[in-house]
Structures are given as C-alpha cells and as structure tokens.
Nanobody, 127 residues
C-alpha cells in the first residue's frame, strides 16, 4: 500500500514562506506517477479543509483561502509533491496533511478520503 510522509513544517513570521514536501515511501515500492495528491489542513475543532490538489496530468486546484498565495507542484522523478506557501498569515497556523489517491478519484476533495494519508506536519505563523 502506498505510504506518504510530509515534511517542511515549522515556525515562520507573518508574510514569510515555507515549502512542504509530500514524498511516497520508497520502501513500499509505490510511486506517485498514477496518483492525485492533495494537501489538507485541520484546525482543532474545525472541519478538515482542502488546501490544494494536483492530478497526474498536472492539473491543479486550490481552496479559496489560499488562492494566489500557495502553489502546488509535483516532481514524479523524485516521487514528491510540494506545497510552496507564500505570504503566510496567522490563520494558516495548523497541521497540514498530505493525501494520495488513485487519480481517477482525485477530481474532488472527497475522493481523497479513501486514499493514503500522512501523519501531518505543523505550520505555525507567528511573530
């Protein structure tokens, strides 16, 4: 079964940038080529929010709260999907999760519910 792992979280000042990475575990033998990958985030007591997704074709989607600030990209040669986060705000403080699902299910946020999820990485935006 595909396994994914996030990295890149940390503490950054408002207006700053961070780059998250989602990598498929090489130990499972799976690669991300045929998968759609998405980033989600969830604050305590709130519903999980779709942040951004990318299909195997490279087609991307963004949540309204991050449009124009975040950029998703994939490098299949490195088995990695990146989330470049710019102009970060305090309200971006939350745990970010990566999820991967067979591309056929990746046209909407709900499709990722049946996918493989990472453990999350904490992003804190604070001065």
């Amino acid at each position: 079964q595909l396994q994914v792992e996030e990295s890149g979280g940390g503490l950054v000042q408002p207006g700053g940038s961070l780059k998250l990475s989602c990598v498929a575990s090489r130990f499972t033998g799976y690669t991300l080529d045929y998968y759609a990958v998405a980033w989600f985030r969830q604050a305590p007591g709130k519903d999980r929010e779709g942040v951004s997704s990318i299909r195997k074709t490279g087609s991307t989607k963004y949540g309204d709260s991050v449009k124009g600030r975040f950029t998703i990209a994939r490098d299949d040669a490195k088995n990695t999907v990146y989330l470049q986060m710019d102009r970060l705000k305090s309200e971006d403080t939350v745990v970010y999760y990566c999820a991967a699902v067979d591309d056929i299910f990746g046209s909407n946020w709900a499709g990722f519910e049946i996918g493989s999820w990472g453990q999350g990485t904490q992003v804190t935006v604070s001065s």
